[in-house]
């Protein structure tokens, strides 16, 4: 089966960095989305990889190692509104996307 | 107005009545999708159209029934829910359908829907 898996919640510090990790075991591969979610809000768009590297925007940077089934996503110089759940999504290669269970990111000041 | 709409926000109901979810679109996009998403569980894909011509029902019980009377208004009709059927509930669009490249899925707020 298809299956996406990424840590459940992680804390951590206003100013510092975090890395947020994601792993997939998928039919095929066409591309890695990262979203963010507040509470009671929609999902927004924050970055996708297609080939192997870092994408880098602004204070966040999203991974991808096609060969390990690995990707994440690097928050900088965190900030309280940092504060959401970070939902990693691949799309396979019927062009489906398969989602994670999401990472609750808590940061204490 | 830009972006992904959907009304109610929020819905209580009992598992007797019958409602229906809103989704309205203003991107000019061609597919639209419902989500069911579960406290700590994956986003679930329930229905997918496609200039309006459902494409994908992903075995979800018939208590649930969609509509799509134009590529920009999407509908959720509910019928006899049952309690595990609250969770919040997702609109989504996107330029076309599966995406291309790095065209990512829009998303509404939701609606979190409350069974009794």
């Known amino acids: 089966g298809q299956n996406i898996d990424q840590p459940t919640e992680m804390t951590a510090t206003e100013g510092a960095i975090v890395q947020i990790n994601c792993t997939y075991q998928?039919?095929?591969?066409?591309?890695l989305f990262w979203y963010q979610q507040h509470a009671g809000e929609a999902p927004t768009f924050l970055s996708y990889?297609?080939l192997d590297g870092l994408e880098e925007k602004g204070r966040f940077s999203s991974f991808l190692s096609r060969s390990k089934g690995y990707s994440y996503l690097l928050l900088k110089e965190l900030q309280m509104k940092d504060s959401a759940s970070y939902l990693c999504?691949?799309?396979?290669?019927?062009?489906?996307?398969?989602w994670g269970a999401g990472t609750k990111l808590i940061i204490k000041p | 107005e830009t972006g992904v709409t959907q009304t109610p926000r929020h819905l209580v109901m009992g598992m007797t009545n019958k409602k229906s979810l809103k989704c309205e679109q203003h991107?000019?996009?061609?597919?639209m999708y419902w989500y069911k998403q579960s406290a700590k569980k994956p986003l679930e894909l329930m229905f997918v159209?496609?200039?309006?011509?459902?494409?994908e029902n992903n075995s979800v019980p018939s208590r649930f029934s969609p509509e799509c009377p134009n590529s920009s208004h999407l509908f959720l009709h509910l019928h006899t829910l049952q309690p595990e059927d609250s969770a919040l509930y997702l609109c989504?669009?996107?330029?076309?359908?599966?995406?291309?490249?790095?065209?990512?899925?829009?998303f509404g707020n939701g609606t979190r829907l409350t069974v009794t």
């Open positions: 989504a669009s996107s330029q076309v359908l599966g995406g291309q490249g790095r065209s990512p899925l829009h």
């Open positions: 991107l000019g996009h061609n597919a």
């Open positions: 159209y496609s200039l309006e011509e459902r494409v």
């Open positions: 998928t039919s095929g591969f066409n591309g």
């Open positions: 990889n297609v």
């Open positions: 999504a691949v799309r396979d290669s019927n062009y489906q996307l398969i």
